[in-house]
């Protein structure tokens, strides 16, 4: 029997002897038995409990592979790579000198045939007209014509060449960053999946 100065209730105290087999009303078998029959029933007895290592070091490495990735990273180093690599890239595909000068060749042909069939023939009649054919005048005026053709089309391909070159910096530029942007991206998203 419990001890009063204990203050365990009677019914706690019934049930361990009970438990402990010190009573009448005897279980059948002892709460160690019933304990290790159920151990032994458990389904979950051969189990192994999970183990996280092998993802807890895939993680690390992850993280390991984002911080040399991180301090491997160098803006302006990126951007000069980029900047070299697009370049190249426009330099060979968009900004090509076969079609920079064919477009020059073909304003060059558009205006030969303007002066070949409306510029000299008008020079040619007002020269008749004065009779100074066989002057020097005549050749002196054709010399003159053609040399302007020749400075028109310089001036077309260099404003032509300027601008294209405005342009491809631009683009560059633009597409630079655009990368340069990605990179940044990339590396967010690579944090943001670990």
Do not use: C
Request: no cysteine; proline share 3%; charged share 20%.
């Amino acid at each position: 029997m419990a001890e009063d100065w204990l203050n365990i209730p009677e019914y706690i105290v019934a049930v361990h002897e009970d438990w402990l087999r010190n009573t009448a009303d005897v279980a059948s078998q002892s709460i160690t038995d019933s304990l290790n029959n159920a151990f032994s029933n458990n389904p979950w007895e051969s189990k192994a409990a999970y183990n996280p290592a092998t993802k807890i070091s895939a993680m690390e490495a992850e993280l390991g592979s984002l911080d040399t990735a991180i301090g491997a990273f160098n803006p302006l180093t990126s951007y000069q790579s980029y900047v070299a690599a697009l370049s190249t890239l426009f330099d060979s595909d968009v900004f090509d000198d076969t079609y920079i000068n064919a477009d020059i060749a073909a304003f060059q042909d558009i205006l030969n045939d303007q002066i070949e069939t409306i510029v000299l023939p008008k020079m040619q009649a007002g020269l008749r007209d004065v009779n100074a054919v066989n002057s020097s005048a005549f050749m002196i005026a054709e010399a003159i014509i053609w040399g302007m053709s020749t400075r028109d089309t310089a001036k077309y391909g260099s404003e032509l060449r300027q601008k294209l070159n405005v342009q491809r910096a631009d683009m560059i530029g633009r597409a630079a960053d655009t990368l340069l942007q990605a990179t940044i991206a990339k590396h967010e998203l690579h944090k943001a999946l670990l």
